[in-house]
């Protein structure tokens, strides 16, 4: 328990920090406090400065960090600045669609990387490894946007483009991992002793590719989570993503830090998920 | 006796034409970002401009094909001799869409919270002529006179932009005056306008407008998405086409595109003239030089620039007014001719030479600057690669640098740490007035050197004449040869060289009746009323 | 196998070998706009074409391989140096050493990187050559780049420091760097090699997607990432196959170096 609530304080720390140098990032970033309507020559000298004076209230850092942090602790996230509205109800809709779009994706592209590197490694043909490698290779070397367009012109699910950009990676570092596992010499005991290729598979192999599979997984929640930017604004998704990079571009100090908190939130708990369980593993093993 | 079967016939095409014309049905189009704002008096985005036409009810609207003003809630109006005042006298009878009467209250209270400096309103911007406070007299329910503490230039057109905001109704965003009321709003998602059962105009047979029930206006930012569901038959029209996409959807399907010709729009590039920014004296000194920003136009490939971008879709711009600009156009100004010879003759006067393939200036520095455009703009990043290739004929290097637009805006407007800039204007009104704050020296949007406490240059002290000249005259011919003026000197001196007028470029489906495409904004639905869609199953194009 | 091995290694080396020759056999300057044929198909003078300025296709594909075959290897090495001595230096240590790594590591993952990338591009002096602009791209894409290799090479380097031959060794009385040097870096090396082949496509892809951003390579210095915004508009597809050729040979330059890495990483 006392280790758990350490974590967890740990975890508190990193958020925090995180939200502090995104909010930094965006306050030192050229184009914080500037805005696309000061371009608008109907506007007069006196309504351009409004302008100025409006974005350029959050100038100092330290200060909206703790007026940020005070509000959250009683929920209000703040207003975001370029979509007027409160950055609660933005994460509120956005949310629920890219937990979906990345989960459906996670979902898929593990399943066909381990399905493929199992394959591959048990039949042992070649043939078989070559068109593995062949098809990992293929959606490594796609980019993500051009993933997004192919899906949108195919109108096929947005998850799927997702899971390609999951898939490669994970098959690469399991195929290799398996690869490793199975020239270990006490396989090569079970080989010879006439254990069948699955026993060998859940009692030998896997228990030692385990604990580094779990810490692929923690990254490839950062992976399809970093994809979801280009799907869902080339796909035309309202989601996080998309949200992310409106925020991006129109430097809104608001709604840039509670995106970070967030991802961070789930990039911990994904790590952290993965090391867990990875020690459970490795606890059993022992 | 042989023209009754000419008459029944003709009866019978306009029974069918109208029977055409008004079968109603969902009009369903893209926003390309979210409405920033409902209130049609903070209107500043695309998104939230085109809900304000749809919704919004004028006083007087400014006809997009004749570009004249013509009577809408006001029935007429006339303007007191000293260019101060306007009287309108209003239509009767007039209901918002929620069943509050119209009066000439609402108009007072639209003007009154239009005008209130804290609202900072764009709209209401474009009406301070001078310091003071505007003044409304309601003379009856149907007539009111306002009065401006200045002489107001075109003060009738300006008020296409005035959406009259109910003063009694308690949700004023859905009290409206216009064909349609916001009926729903999904964020991200879409708009829904319905139409409004109170709206005031009806068409020649007496049947009340508009024809469509409804209009869907779907938020998607992505254009490929756009393009392709209007493909599919998903969405019925596209207000604003890219050429390229133009000319592929031409070879597919050449009923539904639409060239109306050169729009508003104009394409310009300029050098930063700004005394304190932090460039190089000596490229400070290069910018302003007349000999040379005449000379970087002259050795410009407009014609190329609108034939290989544009695909031929753009013609090459002469100055800052574009020919869709009926009235104000200068038709004397002639396009810089592609000339590289002549610019480096120029360059040469000026005190540059060229030694072997390199432009230096009088001190030996070799020329060379950057050009900033914004990220993601093909147009300008094509049109800024093919400057740099002009300009490399006359030993000139530029660095082509794209930037996201709030870098871009920062370095323009903020810090002005830039040397030249290519960008883009759209107009979306046609008289100068609203470029008041670009043409006058002291003005924020003055963009090669703003803020100037007093004129720089003599060219820039005459055109600040110009252009109050213009605003305080309320004689049309006067205007027009002060504004004529204000154009030759800018293109006498380059502070701005205009390069390509693009065309207003849309695609309609064959399904949607009565549309007639013009290149005014908006382009396709400027005739929203009168618009119905046959038929609603999807179409493929 | 070998045989595709031999294949792949061919390809690749004709790949390099056509790219860092470009300037003897490429029809035209990169740069050479032909504006009177614009967007024109393969011909015997463009033999894929030419792009929306008029600028031999080919040519650039040539110089563009050049580009991103040189810099994208160097930015991946320099982000597995830095994971490796992040993740593998914690990993080794273990304990706080660990736990303040994976911190930091933590942090630096859930960063909006591209915003990071976009402000260091929007800050840079804006009179640099695009060779310059290149090289700063993917400079940066290496510093930012460490962190998921990090975490990779960090449970590896833990999983060798509790393994039976690394705690024999270490009750044999060797200790320190000796044993990092000899027991667990050569046994780290199949997941070193993986984590930076992997990185080459992953920074080549990132260049691309900055470029697609409007981010990446300066005009008119072409890269893979520049080449392949042309598919940007899907209207591409189908009607104009040659503008797929920069995509496959990514793919096949990919592809090759997974083929001819997958022996050694099985059996290093």
Redesign the interface.
């Known amino acids: 328990m006392r280790k758990l609530v350490r974590h967890l304080a740990?975890m508190a720390a990193?958020v925090v920090?995180?939200g502090l140098?995104?909010a930094t990032?965006?306050r030192?970033?050229?184009?914080?406090?500037?805005?696309?309507?000061?371009?608008?020559?109907?506007?007069?000298?006196?309504?351009?400065e409004?302008?100025r004076q409006a974005r350029a209230r959050d100038r100092n850092i330290p200060s909206f960090y703790l007026h940020y942090l005070l509000r959250a602790l009683r929920g209000d996230l703040g207003e975001s600045r370029t979509?007027?509205?409160p950055v609660r109800q933005?994460l509120a809709?956005?949310l629920p669609v890219t937990a979906r779009l990345v989960g459906a994706g996670l979902l898929a592209g593990w399943l066909c990387a381990v399905l493929l590197a199992v394959g591959a490694t048990l039949t042992r043909k070649?043939a078989c490894?070559?068109l593995a490698?062949?098809v990992?290779?293929?959606f490594?070397?796609?980019?993500?946007?051009?993933l997004a367009?192919?899906f949108?012109?195919a109108s096929a699910p947005a998850c799927l483009a997702i899971a390609l950009v999951v898939f490669p990676?994970v098959f690469?570092?399991t195929r290799?991992l398996l690869?490793?596992s199975y020239?270990l010499p006490h396989l090569m005991t079970a080989y010879a002793k006439g254990s069948g290729p699955l026993r060998i598979l859940v009692w030998h192999v896997l228990p030692v590719a385990g604990?580094?599979l779990l810490?692929?997984a923690?990254?490839s929640v950062?992976?399809a989570l970093?994809a979801a930017?280009?799907v869902e604004?080339?796909?035309?998704i309202?989601g996080i993503g998309q949200l992310?990079?409106q925020a991006?571009?129109?430097?809104d100090l608001p709604l840039?830090v509670n995106?970070?908190v967030l991802?961070?939130v789930v990039?911990?708990a994904a790590?952290w998920g993965s090391e867990f369980a990875?020690r459970d593993l490795?606890t059993r093993e022992a | 006796m042989k023209r009754r079967p000419l008459a029944l016939l003709a009866f019978l095409l306009l029974v069918l034409s109208a029977a055409v014309g008004q079968s109603g049905g969902e009009l369903r189009f893209y926003l390309h970002s979210e409405p920033k704002t409902f209130d049609p008096l903070l209107v500043a985005d695309d998104a939230s401009e085109t809900i304000r036409y749809l919704t919004g009810g004028v006083l007087v609207r400014v006809n997009r094909r004749t570009q004249q003003a013509e009577p809408e809630l006001a029935a007429s109006w006339t303007i007191s001799r000293d260019g101060r005042s306007i009287t309108f006298n209003l239509r009767e009878r007039v209901y918002y869409s929620d069943g509050t009467p119209f009066s000439a209250e609402d108009v007072a209270y639209t003007v009154q919270r239009l005008m209130d400096p804290a609202l900072h309103s764009p709209t209401g911007d474009s009406f301070r002529s001078g310091s003071g406070v505007v003044r409304t007299r309601v003379d009856s329910p149907a007539r009111i006179t306002i009065t401006f503490p200045a002489p107001v230039a075109g003060i009738d057109k300006l008020f296409d932009q005035v959406a009259i905001v109910s003063s009694r109704s308690a949700n004023k965003e859905r009290a409206v005056l216009g064909p349609f009321y916001v009926a729903d709003y999904k964020p991200d998602s879409y708009v829904l306008l319905k139409r409004n059962p109170n709206y005031w105009r009806r068409d020649a047979t007496g049947r009340q407008l508009p024809y469509l029930d409804a209009v869907r206006l779907g938020i998607q930012p992505n254009r490929d998405i756009e393009m392709m569901n209007f493909r599919r038959g998903e969405i019925d029209l596209i207000n604003w086409l890219d050429s390229e996409y133009f000319d592929r959807l031409a070879g597919l399907a050449p009923e539904v595109v639409h060239d109306a010709g050169p729009g508003l729009e104009s394409e310009q590039m300029w050098f930063n003239q700004f005394p304190n920014a932090p460039i190089p004296a000596y490229k400070r000194e290069w910018f302003r030089s007349t000999h040379f920003r005449r000379a970087i136009s002259g050795a410009i490939n407009r014609a190329d620039l609108a034939r290989v971008v544009y695909g031929g879709h753009a013609q090459p711009a002469a100055g800052p007014v574009s020919p869709a600009n009926k009235f104000w156009f200068n038709a004397k100004l002639r396009t810089p001719a592609y000339d590289p010879a002549g610019a480096l003759s120029l360059l040469q006067q000026a005190g540059f030479r060229l030694e072997g393939t390199s432009l230096r200036d009088r001190e030996g520095h070799a020329v060379e600057f950057s050009i900033i455009t914004n990220a993601g703009n093909k147009a300008r990043e094509r049109m800024a690669t093919m400057i740099q290739q002009d300009l490399g004929k006359i030993g000139i290097t530029v660095h082509v640098v794209t930037l996201d637009f709030a870098s871009l805006i920062d370095r323009i407007t903020e810090s002005y740490n830039y040397e030249g800039a290519l960008l883009g204007t759209a107009n979306t009104d046609l008289d100068p007035n609203a470029q008041m704050n670009m043409w006058l020296s002291s003005a924020e949007n003055h963009q090669w050197n703003p803020r100037q406490k007093s004129p720089e240059t003599a060219w820039e002290a005459e055109i600040d004449r110009l252009m109050k000249e213009q605003a305080s005259s309320l004689e049309p011919a006067k205007r027009k040869a002060c504004f004529d003026r204000v154009q030759e000197i800018v293109v006498e001196q380059q502070p701005f060289s205009y390069l390509v007028n693009k065309n207003a470029l849309s695609a309609v489906a064959t399904t949607v009746a009565n549309a007639s495409p013009v290149v005014l904004r908006p382009q396709t639905y400027w005739n929203a009323e009168t618009l119905s869609v046959r038929v609603q199953t999807a179409s493929k194009h | 196998m070998r045989r595709v091995r031999q294949s792949a290694w061919v390809l690749l080396a004709l790949v390099v070998i056509g790219s860092l020759g470009a300037g003897l056999w490429a029809p035209a300057d990169y740069a050479t706009q032909f504006r009177e044929a614009p967007n024109s198909p393969p011909s015997h003078q463009h033999w894929l074409g030419t792009d929306e300025l008029g600028r031999d296709r080919f040519s650039r594909v040539l110089y563009g391989t050049r580009v991103s075959l040189l810099m994208a290897p160097a930015a991946a090495l320099l982000s597995t140096l830095l994971a490796t001595l992040a993740g593998g230096i914690a990993g080794y240590l273990g304990g706080w050493w660990e736990r303040i790594a994976m911190a930091a590591t933590d942090l630096f993952l859930s960063m909006p990187w591209l915003f990071l990338l976009l402000v260091v591009r929007a800050m840079l002096p804006l009179n640099v050559s695009p060779i310059t602009s290149i090289a700063v791209t993917f400079l940066l894409l290496g510093l930012l780049g460490w962190a998921a290799s990090a975490r990779v090479l960090c449970a590896g380097t833990r999983g060798l420091r509790d393994s039976d031959f690394v705690l024999q060794a270490r009750a044999s009385g060797l200790r320190g760097f000796r044993l990092l040097a000899l027991h667990v870096m050569p046994n780290l090396k199949p997941v070193l090699l993986a984590q930076f082949w992997i990185s080459i496509p992953v920074f080549i892809i990132s260049e691309a997607n900055l470029g697609i951003l409007g981010l990446g390579v300066a005009e008119p210095l072409p890269s893979w990432g520049s080449l392949l915004r042309e598919l940007e508009g899907f209207t591409s597809f189908g009607f104009e196959a040659w503008k797929l050729v920069p995509l496959l040979l990514l793919v096949l330059v990919v592809s090759s170096f997974q083929i001819i890495l997958s022996r050694d990483e099985v059996y290093a």
Do not use: H, M
């Not at chain 1, 970033?29 to 351009?48: H, I, K």
């Not at chain 1, 991006?248 to 430097?251: D, H, S, T, V, Y």
């Open positions: 740990a990193i920090a995180g140098l995104s990032l965006v030192l970033a050229p184009g914080f406090g500037t805005d696309e309507r000061q371009l608008d020559s109907r506007l007069n000298s006196e309504s351009v409004a302008l979509l007027n509205r933005l809709e956005r070649p490894d070559l490698t062949l990992g290779a293929l490594l070397s796609v980019p993500a946007a051009v367009l192919l949108v012109f990676k690469s570092y290799n690869a490793k020239s604990t580094q810490a692929v923690g990254i950062s992976i970093g930017i280009p604004a080339l796909c035309g309202a992310a990079w991006a571009l129109g430097r840039l995106l970070t991802v961070t990039t911990l790590n990875g490795r």
